[in-house]
Each structure stands twice: as structure tokens, then as C-alpha cells.
């Protein structure tokens, strides 16, 4: 995974840091840097390709769940205080979007459900890795924002055109043009955000919609999070027979006889990913 201090929680640093943990089928990648706000540093937007690769390469874990440490955030954007340093130069630019490009397209190219798990500040940079992410799961109270506008930045095309295909043009062009900030329930009404729930019951209801996904067949998980990767791509760009073959997994598998086994059973099935 590299980065200073590493051990087998995740990427550990002295004040920035993302940790890594499986609890009853998900992975958890905690964001954790208190004293900014969970901003992501260099190192934290590097850090996020081998921990999702890890998720996905273990048979135990059926989703991957990205939350900021904390209750007043999940990730307040990009760590601008690191902008002077790692981007002074056009090399240094270009190694800095490389890592946040790494790091989005890592989630949304995961070949099993992201989710994000939102509470608080949800802005710039941590935005676009929430909508890096299959589903958003939000507390009452949170906020979202895209405040490049007031900064001065330039924000990538590529960027702009994926959260354009996620939520379309004029919603988008509001977001970015006003810079303006977004409670839950709005950012719900704009499909910011798939499910809102009250500070009181967050927790439970989003524990709950975790284990109620963790329960179902990993490999129709996979196969539909394969599927959903192509649909968002450009129709030209599609690659269809990578979506056939992983539903051809799913018919040839022994999950899908237990499947059919515990429904006629009337059961709950007990799935193995094969």
C-alpha cells in the first residue's frame, strides 16, 4: 500500500490517514484527518486503489463501504493546505490528478457495490468520491457542496462528465455554477443521495441496509456491479460481453442452485460466491 507507517488496518500517518477494516461482509475504508476535516491528502487519495483492490480480491467481502471518521464529516474536499507543494509545477500537477483519478476510478470501476456513508461536510473532492460510489447513504444534517468556483480551480472534464451522467446537466450546471451548499433532503430530490435517515436512526438503518445487501449472492453482486460499470460508460465505449460472461457465472454457479433450493425451501439462502 505503501505511504509512511503502514500497517495491516490500512494507510496510517501521523495526522492524515485511511484505515481498513471487513465487518460481516463489508469492507469499511474509514477517511481520517480530524483536525482538516477528513480533507484528503496526496497520500490519502494514493492510498484508496490497493485498499479497494484488496476488497475486491477478498471472497469474504461482499460490499465496500467508505465513510469519514467522526461525526462532523465525511470528507471536506481535497487537503488545499498540500496544494503548494504538490502542485507547484506541471509534473507536480499532473501526479497530484493522477492520484485523485486513481483513486475515484478505483471505486467506480470496483467490480462489487460501493457505497458511501455520509454524516456532515460532503464537499468538493469528497463529493466526487461519494459519487465515485454506487449508493449514498446520508444522515439528516449533512451537507454537499462543489465549491471550485470560490476557489479559483479548474475542475476536470472527465469529472464534470460523470457527475453530469449521474445526475444530468442542469442539476450539475446548478451545482457548479452557484457553488452553493445542499442539505440531505435536496441533495436526495437531485439523486445525490439514494436514502436519507434522521441523526437518531443513521446508524441502524444503515447497518441494516448493509447487511441486508452482504446477504444476498456475491456473484449477482458482481455481475451487476459489472453491468451498472458499463451502463455508465458512453454507449461506443460499452464492453457488453464482459456483463454476458459475469451473468453466465451466476447460472453456472452453486450459489444459484442454493438459491433455488432455499426458496423452495422456504429458507434463507447460504451463499458461498461459487
Not at 426458496?263 to 439462502?269: D, I
Request: hydrophobic share 45%.
Amino acid at each position: 500500500m505503501g505511504g509512511r507507517g503502514c500497517d495491516e488496518r490500512g494507510l496510517r500517518m501521523s495526522e492524515a490517514r485511511v484505515d481498513y477494516e471487513v465487518r460481516d461482509g463489508v469492507a469499511r475504508i474509514t477517511l481520517s484527518q480530524p483536525q482538516k476535516i477528513n480533507a484528503m491528502s496526496f497520500d490519502m487519495w494514493s492510498a484508496l486503489p490497493a485498499l479497494v483492490a484488496r476488497a475486491v480480491a477478498d471472497g469474504s467481502v461482499r460490499a465496500i463501504a467508505v465513510e469519514g471518521a467522526g461525526e462532523k464529516a465525511f470528507c471536506s474536499g481535497a487537503d488545499i493546505s498540500q496544494f503548494g507543494e504538490k502542485r507547484s509545477s506541471e509534473g507536480a500537477v499532473a501526479a497530484y490528478e493522477e492520484a485523485v483519478r486513481g483513486g475515484l476510478a478505483a471505486l467506480s470501476d470496483a467490480e462489487k457495490p460501493t457505497l458511501a456513508l455520509i454524516r456532515g461536510i460532503c464537499f468538493g473532492g469528497g463529493l466526487a468520491l461519494a459519487m465515485s460510489c454506487d449508493l449514498r447513504l446520508v444522515r439528516e444534517g449533512a451537507r454537499f457542496s462543489i465549491p471550485a468556483a470560490k476557489l479559483g480551480l479548474g475542475y476536470a472534464y472527465n469529472n464534470l462528465d460523470f457527475l453530469v451522467r449521474r445526475i444530468g446537466l442542469g442539476a450539475a450546471m446548478d451545482i457548479f455554477y452557484s457553488a452553493r451548499q445542499l442539505d440531505a433532503r435536496e441533495a436526495q430530490r437531485l439523486g445525490l443521495a439514494q436514502h436519507v435517515w434522521s441523526e437518531e436512526t443513521f446508524e441502524n438503518e444503515a447497518a441494516a441496509y448493509l447487511a441486508r445487501l452482504a446477504a444476498n449472492a456475491p456473484l449477482t453482486l458482481r455481475a451487476l456491479a459489472v453491468s451498472f460499470r458499463e451502463l455508465a460508460k458512453p454507449e461506443a465505449e460499452r464492453h457488453r460481453a464482459l456483463a454476458d460472461a459475469a451473468v453466465a457465472d451466476c447460472f453456472a454457479s452453486e450459489d444459484y442452485q442454493e438459491g433455488r433450493r432455499a426458496f423452495q425451501e422456504k429458507r434463507a439462502p447460504n451463499f458461498k460466491g461459487r
